[in-house]
């Protein structure tokens, strides 16, 4: 079992893509979980370009119905379809999403053999030991939601101590966790010198919204937030009208929210000659601001 949490960012384009940009998709990795942020079309070849088993994916979670967030949906699910796709497949998303999947997949190349469950969902909405992930509302013209992947932060027991030490496994070792000290072979251990505390990690995706006020509480204290910057400071009434953030306003919500570490997508193609005017806007307000292109992985 990993600590680690990848993220693989397959798309990081606005509306229309470019020659360096595709559609949006992120891909976040948790051992066994594979969560599809989104799916514009052309995210199933960005599976193939990155190396990456596209039916591994466990659950998709989509902000909203714009065609450059799930018009790679039918093509994705087709071919989940012919490499052999067993598990149920997850689909999460705002309030409505439920219906519009029902039509958009009713397509006759879409087939399938195995479930699709669809929820429409807000707050937390799914949970294991490990993590949960809970959803926001944004405002987009439309149903659409920010969501974020929180790691429980839980005590672990140093393996490497314990074979130095040549304690064995067995039903002791659930004390440890608990963070109870044990006796083994008549001899008595602290769980404090055995043990160590593994952080809590908060993941925050937000993707086409207006500012508002909702989005710094609920990105607050975020290890890594993920933010659209389609638009630059100067074009910040386009970016009202189209119900979009500027990179500023990504910067000002990561400063706001206290979140560590800022990556910006949802690139204009207006920036291709120019990305860094988006990323340096953001720097002026929170400096640890990152601009992925498509591909970039990112481990926390």
Known sequence: MTTQ??????????????AKRNHTAILLTRNEENILIDCGEGTQRQF???????CKVTRILLTHRHGDHVFGL???????????????LYIYGPKGI??????????????????IVIKEVSGKFFETEEFYLEAEPMKHG?????????KKGKIRIDKTKLKKLKIASG????NLKKGKDIKYKGKKYLSKNLTFEEDSKKISIVLDTLFHNKIVPFVKNSDL???????????KDKAKEHLHLTSKQAGEIAKKS????????????????NPKKILNEAKKVFKNSHLVNDLDEVEI
């Open 5 to 18: 949490i990848k993220l693989t960012f397959l798309g990081t384009a606005d509306q229309i893509p470019s």
């Open 48 to 54: 193939r370009k990155a190396k990456l088993n596209p």
């Open 74 to 88: 039918p093509g994705l699910i087709s071919t989940f379809e012919h490499s052999g796709y067993n598990k149920t």
């Open 98 to 115: 439920k219906k519009y999947l029902r039509d958009f997949l009713a397509t006759d190349y879409v087939k399938r053999s195995f479930k």
């Open 142 to 150: 439309i149903p659409c939601n920010a969501y974020s992947f929180v």
């Open 171 to 174: 039903p002791h070792l659930k």
């Open 225 to 235: 937030l993920i933010c659209e910057s389609e638009f630059s400071e100067e074009l």
């Open 258 to 273: 206290k979140s560590k570490k800022l990556i910006l997508t949802h690139i204009s193609q207006r920036y291709e000659k």
